[in-house]
Every structure is written in structure tokens, then in C-alpha cells.
């Protein structure tokens, strides 16, 4: 099941000819002036989500929704693929990458309303196909890892 040569064929399908924001002022959240989102959006900007390595992703985790729709539309497929790669790392790398991806795919309902609003703009970005591989990374994560995370917005979904 993990590193899924399908599920990954799936996600680029899906994501091919995604625009890559080539300024850094495209890639944040308007607002979001803190350090951490700055290295993230220079780290990332112009560049294709099929050129970041895994540690790129892993060191910038925490700033993943710091970035705007339509930067997360670019490098969303690049942290859904990390989610199943392969075991050599996964120990290592998997189970941060999961949790900040799942952060920034939660509703928010109940609380922290801002966080919903920019939860809400992500998605809105994504077409139907991305959509639904996004959906099946998450059933994938149910069924690999029991992340009661990842059930819980495919229950929202």
C-alpha cells in the first residue's frame, strides 16, 4: 500500500499544468508577514512540486497554511504524495507531514472560524479531479494509518 504507484499517477494527473506562483508576494496569505511563511514561499516559489525534496517539505510543515489558494493548489499534490512514499523515511518524516496536511484540509466548524475561511478558500481552488484524489489520499490514510483526522474531514468532505 504505501509509495501506491497508482495513487501517485492519480495526483499528478490531476495537478498537471497547475500554474506555479513565480512571486513570493502570490504565495502567502494576505497578512501573513511572520518569518516562517517568508522561508516557506522562498523556498518553494517558481519551482514545481515534482522538484522538492522531502526534507524541503518537512522543514517547511508548519507554514503549509501560510500559503495562499493558489499556492497550496500548486504544492498540495507535493505533501499528498509525501503522505504514502516510501517506508525508508516514512518513520522519519511521515507522521508530521500528515498531521500539517490534515491541519490545513479541517473545516474548523466549531472553532477557530478564521481558519475555516481559509480552509474553505483552499478548497474552493481545487477543481473536481483534485477533489477527489485529495479524498482518496485521505480514505488511503484512514485505511494505512487509522488517522481519525483524515476520517473526520472525509466525513465533512
Avoid: C, N
Amino acid at each position: 500500500m504505501v509509495g501506491s504507484p497508482e495513487l501517485r499517477a492519480r495526483i499528478e494527473k490531476a495537478f498537471v499544468g497547475v500554474p506555479v506562483p513565480t512571486r513570493i508576494e502570490e504565495m502567502r496569505l494576505p497578512g501573513r508577514t511572520d518569518e516562517d511563511s517568508y522561508a516557506m514561499a522562498a523556498a518553494f516559489v517558481g519551482k514545481p512540486w515534482t522538484e522538492l525534496p522531502i526534507e524541503t517539505l518537512f522543514f517547511h510543515r508548519e507554514a503549509l497554511g501560510s500559503l495562499s489558494p493558489a499556492a497550496y493548489r500548486a504544492y498540495l499534490p507535493a505533501y499528498l504524495a509525501a503522505s504514502f512514499a516510501s517506508e525508508d523515511w516514512m518513520d522519519k518524516y511521515g507522521p508530521d507531514l500528515r498531521q500539517y496536511l490534515l491541519f490545513t484540509l479541517k473545516p474548523w466548524k466549531h472553532h477557530k472560524p478564521e481558519r475555516g475561511a481559509e480552509t474553505t478558500a483552499r478548497l474552493a481552488a481545487l477543481t473536481d479531479e483534485q477533489r477527489e484524489v485529495v479524498a482518496d489520499v485521505l480514505r488511503f490514510l484512514v485505511a494505512r494509518w487509522e488517522s481519525e483526522d483524515a476520517a473526520e474531514i472525509l466525513r465533512d468532505w
